[in-house]
């Protein structure tokens, strides 16, 4: 092997290989090597900073450090990470003697697929890789599938409870491996292998992960509010009635969004005059009651669309490399646009400025974010910016550039675009991301509370779920009455408190496509609910000013607003088991009631002196309480002293 050791880098040469390894931040450190003769110079969304960095070789192996992190590469080509001296990962031959670390296979064109194995240890957990429906807090042990699909956001990011952060770098489909036997990275498509170690604490960790891949914007007050939605508000009217029922019902909202099928054809990206004869006017009423108005878009596009030729005549759709270019079946076979093309984001912007935003809509909804594709064949897609299974992950992070660099050339910086998926960095671009399609059960309010916590500690601070759950809610029912109370509970205390759902009572005696479902407001789910839930949606708006604080520090130092209680009590090893209770910011803990019927639960309380907000009793820290709550009360506590105690 060949070592130069250049500035803050290792430039290395080996048989069948050639990489870089470099100081990318202080105390990170990125590894791209290739079994290509040469490597390219693509960062993706990593933002590489400048950094000193001390190198030496002995001949035989050559090493980089920068701050407490050091790495140490060997003649036989092995990679070990350091926090001083003590090693935090280290990689770990495929052979006998110590041979064979990174594996490459040619698929041709200087493709390859590729695969990365560490060592695994017992003492490691393993938190991030964003969100999915699996009750699961701690990754260790899991298998995970790096795509994206309607409730599964992959973001190849993890936090270690060894007290590093690794993002591999590659947005292509892939799989990654958290076993007791081998911690392994594989790329299904790439160029390169690609990944970066953040040394530090959680805080720490994420403060560097916003500094190399982008600051969140800070979020608009109005986004910190209540937002207010069902599938599907079918006409302006009835939007119109629904907002003027929660003025009277003194129900405050600072959100209506309006979903999908409200345009002419799927690839339009306008509305439906017959249904909405007036949205400046409709918008302006609703400003006038201090309302925002949201309105979803898909990607989906077809030729009955009268931007569809010229779309396709320019390349603007995702292809296929076999078969047509139909990717989605959704009222007949559908194209979709390719947002990773700069053209697609100028072309697709100007139609939703035109019949949108100067129509007084404040935001978009970006669903089918992933894209939504069947079968699930990302090898199949060809994009400007590659195959698809080799730029797959990239699709919703584009997606959402695509709104924000057009917001910001009209001169708007209140940026919210509501998204079903993202990508590392989509967080710079206002993307507020969501879980899906999720069921209306106490199971899935389980995952969902885990879920959220995995997705903080990836680097995207803006998150939520649909209140209720998506699908299978009838509020006619006790079940569905009592999950909706627990869930507007734990939506209080989410990054943005949004009610959503299909709710059961389609009428498709009507010829219209996708009508709506059955009620979804407040006083929709029994009349002993709605002043429980008024209550609560009150209370979210007396905590605005403290979620402001909260989302300053989203946006400046990259620390989630919702995360784990490890986050800030990094060396109590209780706080990384759990996954069922978490910090809404640094002064409120909040423990979920997830199970039918359930009214108490243990909640630990980490070092510090506690205070429960529903009667004031003091706990002291570093024990586990038992505390009641029924059906109209939730558990939450506050550090003593701290000032928001007084909105409870």
Known sequence: MEFVCKNNRIIFTREGETGEISAVHEGCIRFRATASSKLNDENWTLEPRETPAETGSDGRSAWLKTGDLK??????????????????????????????????????????????????????????????????????????????????????YVYSSLGYGFLWNLPSTGTVELGMNRTRWKSDCTKAVDFTVLLGKPAEASEKLADLTGHAPMMPEWGMGFWQCRLRYETQEEVLRVARKCKELDIPVSVIIIDYFHWTEQGDYKFDPKYWPDPKGMAKELHDMGIKLMVSMWPTINEHSENYRYMVDRNMLMRTASGS???????????????TNPATREYVWERLKENYIDNGVDGLWFDEAEPEIHPEHFDNLIMYRGRGDEVALLYPYHYAQLVYDGMRKIGRDDIVTLTRSAYTGAQKFGALVWSGDILSTFESLEEQVKSGLNMAMCGIPWWNTDIGGFYGGN???????????????????????????SRDG??????????????????????DNLPVLRKLVKLRYRLVPYISECMKNASEKGHPVMRPMFFDFPDDKECYKTGDQYLFGPDILFAPIVKRGQTSRKVYLPEGEWVLTKDKKEYRGGQYVEVNAGINEFIAFVKKNAKVLEVF
């Open 325 to 339: 270019n139909r990717v989605f079946d959704f009222y007949g076979p559908q194209a979709e646009i390719d947002p």
């Open 475 to 501: 509020t006619a029912t006790e079940y569905f009455r009592e999950l909706i109370v627990r869930w507007f509970q734990y939506g209080v205390f989410s990054p943005v408190m949004r009610l959503h759902g």
């Open 71 to 156: 790495v140490c590469l060997e003649d036989n080509g092995r990679l070990t990470f350091f926090d001083k001296d003590r090693v935090i990962l280290k990689e770990q031959p495929e052979q006998t003697f110590g041979y064979s670390f990174r594996n490459y296979r040619s698929i041709g064109s200087g493709l390859w697929k590729v695969r990365v194995t560490f060592e695994a240890r017992e003492d490691e957990d393993f938190f991030g890789l964003g969100h999915e429906r699996m009750n699961v807090f701690s990754k260790k042990g899991c298998t995970v599938d790096l795509q994206h699909l309607n409730t599964k956001t992959s973001i190849p």
């Open 506 to 527: 389609h009428d498709r005696s009507r010829d219209i496509k996708e009508p709506t479902g059955g009620e979804n407001e407040l006083w929709s789910f029994g009349e």
